[in-house]
């Protein structure tokens, strides 16, 4: 929870499945206006095999990856957003945003911002590269995957058996695809940001990490809202 939150429950996770699209899209599109190719496009790349293993439609991928590269006619552009601030209970957090329409995304931050503060925290974060991966077999030792990789640093597998593997921001492609050599199935790879001083969750009393788990929900149901990255820690 330290690098990115994750909303839970069966019915988040239904609901999510849709945005997870729309989200994928928008980064697809965004990728591919530097080339259609997903080979000389690293970006690309990385977009397409998160979408696939999403199981998005060919269709809608492929239509995504043309409208990007200008290929329909179509004029779509996204800006990148970010805002920064706390949560309830003073969790930093970072919100990363892809919008067509600033005019409309900066105010309905503000707006959900209000149960927390809009504030700079991005000093308490580092930009690095998020490589998500689980063990493709049983005796997979991912400590080591991560040293042979080139990784920076992993937090070990969380409930679901996944781990994160910490890269430099420009080291992304390189250990993402040096992984599967060493045992390790890539999930997604992105760059994204990782708390220096997350707060425990331990620490906080049920009802107060209840406030940041909505607040945290909130934010993520925002439509140009594409990743949100909270200092919060189990």
């Not at 989200?23 to 530097?34: D, N, T």
């Not at 439609?57 to 006619?73: M, N, Q, S, V």
């Not at 997350?198 to 906080?204: G, R």
Request: hydrophobic share 45%.
């Amino acid at each position: 929870m330290g690098a990115q939150w994750k909303a839970k429950g069966k019915a988040q996770v239904a609901d999510a499945k849709g945005k997870l699209f729309g989200k994928l899209v928008k980064e697809i599109i965004v990728a591919a206006r530097a080339g259609a190719d997903p080979a000389g496009n690293s970006r690309l790349r990385m977009a397409v095999e998160q979408a696939r293993k999403a199981s998005m439609p060919k269709d809608t991928l492929e239509r995504a990856i043309k409208k990007g590269a200008g290929l329909t006619g179509e004029s779509i552009n996204y800006d990148v957003a970010i805002y920064e601030g706390y949560t309830p209970h003073r969790v930093p957090v970072m919100v990363e945003c892809l919008t067509d329409n600033l005019n409309r995304t900066a105010p309905e931050m503000r707006v959900l911002f209000r149960k927390g503060q809009m504030s700079a925290v991005a000093w308490d974060f580092d930009h690095v590269g998020m490589i998500e991966g689980e063990p493709a077999s049983a005796d997979a030792d991912m400590e080591l995957a991560a040293i042979e990789a080139g990784a920076q640093d992993f937090e070990p597998g969380d409930e679901e058996g996944v781990t994160l593997f910490i890269t430099d921001p420009a080291d992304l492609d390189v250990v993402s695809k040096a992984l599967p050599a060493q045992g390790v199935t890539v999930l997604s790879a992105k760059l994204g940001y990782k708390a220096k001083n997350p707060v425990s969750a331990a620490s906080l009393s049920a009802e107060a990490l209840e406030e940041v788990q909505n607040f945290l929900a909130a934010i993520d149901a925002n439509d140009d809202v594409q990743h949100v990255y909270a200092g919060l820690v189990d």
